[in-house]
């Protein structure tokens, strides 16, 4: 299992940024997907995740209306669409797979970092 964070970077506060996860060697398909999240000095969080089909989505309360999780099967790419980002966004995000609500992953990849500052 391969997992491939890109996309983060600084933005000022109300910024929007996209995050993709490029996902190889399992059947991406076939999966939920998740975004989970540390912040600086803080555990994991999960952020969002989606179901093999897309059809039902989680958010956790902090980012709901904010953030959009999405995914395509056929590019075995995971992305979450970040708008109106708030300091407290600022963490490192990383997809994974088989994720807790605690936000522990059996695969996670190598993360990618936010940081919203003005």
Same mark, same amino acid.
């Given at each position: 299992?391969?997992?491939?964070?890109?996309?983060?970077?600084?933005?000022? &506060?109300?910024?929007?940024? #996209?995050?993709? /996860?490029?996902?190889?060697?399992?059947?991406?398909?076939? =999966? &939920?997907?998740?975004?989970?999240?540390?912040? &600086?000095?803080?555990?994991?969080?999960? %952020?969002?995740?989606? !179901?093999?089909?897309? #059809?039902? !989505? *989680? *958010?956790?309360?902090?980012?709901?209306? #904010?953030?959009?999780?999405?995914?395509?099967n056929a590019k075995?790419?995971? =992305?979450?669409?970040?708008?109106?980002?708030?300091?407290?966004?600022t963490a490192v =995000? *990383? /997809?994974?797979?088989? /994720?807790?609500?605690?936000g522990y992953c059996?695969?996670?990849?190598?993360?990618?970092? %936010?940081?919203?500052?003005?």
């Amino acid at each position: 299992v391969q997992l491939v964070e890109s996309g983060g970077g600084l933005v000022q &506060p109300g910024g929007s940024l #996209r995050l993709s /996860c490029a996902a190889s060697g399992f059947t991406f398909s076939g =999966y &939920p997907m998740s975004w989970v999240r540390q912040a &600086p000095g803080k555990g994991l969080e999960l %952020v969002s995740q989606i !179901t093999a089909s897309s #059809r039902t !989505t *989680y *958010y956790t309360d902090s980012v709901k209306g #904010r953030f959009t999780i999405s995914r395509d099967n056929a590019k075995n790419t995971l =992305y979450l669409q970040m708008d109106s980002l708030k300091t407290e966004d600022t963490a490192v =995000y *990383y /997809c994974g797979s088989d /994720c807790s609500t605690g936000g522990y992953c059996e695969h996670k990849g190598q993360g990618t970092q %936010v940081t919203v500052s003005s």
